[in-house]
């Protein structure tokens, strides 16, 4: 049986729909956005998504973000610093201390990477260490950030306590105040 003259044209111009302009199928397309091609440049820095991410409470993309960050620029004491307060989010605080240490070792004029580092060692109840910390963060911003400013003061005051000791435990929150600095605030 022979099909009548319109349906081989139909039949070819259906297969040609299918097929995108150069000869590529829509067998591996899917519901997102094609790959870059190779040799183009990134738009958008990894480190900003990151800080977006954070700032929306998204703490896993965010980490995602910083280490992308991290392969693409290198470990720099901006991005270990945003690394290590990711982690301090997540509550990971042997990964935050960890990484807020070597961000402060590669820059030691970071003040966000000193003031969270100090964060961090109150969550720990390293006490002592952190209201050293938060001096050397202090200093470092010649006093000018609020928010570093009542960290040592909770710090000083909680080590200064003398009914402070490993019966009586604090219960922190930290409040975010800007791009990779936050506010310690106790609940006791």
């Known amino acids: 049986m022979r099909l009548p003259a319109p349906a081989p044209i139909l039949t070819a111009l259906l297969l040609a729909a299918c097929v995108q302009p150069g000869g590529q199928g829509l067998s591996g397309a899917g519901p ?40 693409e620029q290198g470990a720099t004491a901006e991005i270990l610093s945003a690394i290590g307060s990711a982690n301090l989010q997540l509550g990971r605080l042997g990964q935050a201390e960890r990484i807020l240490r070597r961000a402060v070792e590669l820059d030691q004029k970071s003040v966000p990477a000193w003031n969270n580092l100090g ?46 000791g490993p019966d009586t435990e604090a219960e922190y929150s930290l409040v975010r105040q800007g791009e990779g600095v936050y506010l310690l605030l106790s609940r006791k």
């Open 32 to 71: 997102y956005a094609p790959p870059a091609r190779a040799g183009a440049p990134d738009i958008v820095d990894p480190l900003i998504v990151g800080h977006r991410l954070m700032a929306a409470g998204e703490y896993e993309l965010a980490l995602d973000s910083y280490y992308r960050a991290a392969s």
């Open 119 to 164: 964060v961090v060692l109150m969550e720990k109840g390293e006490v002592a260490e952190a209201s050293l910390v938060f001096k050397t963060a202090f200093a470092l911003d010649s006093g000018q950030t609020d928010s570093i400013r009542e960290n040592l003061s909770r710090a000083l005051a909680t080590l200064e306590n003398r009914d402070y």
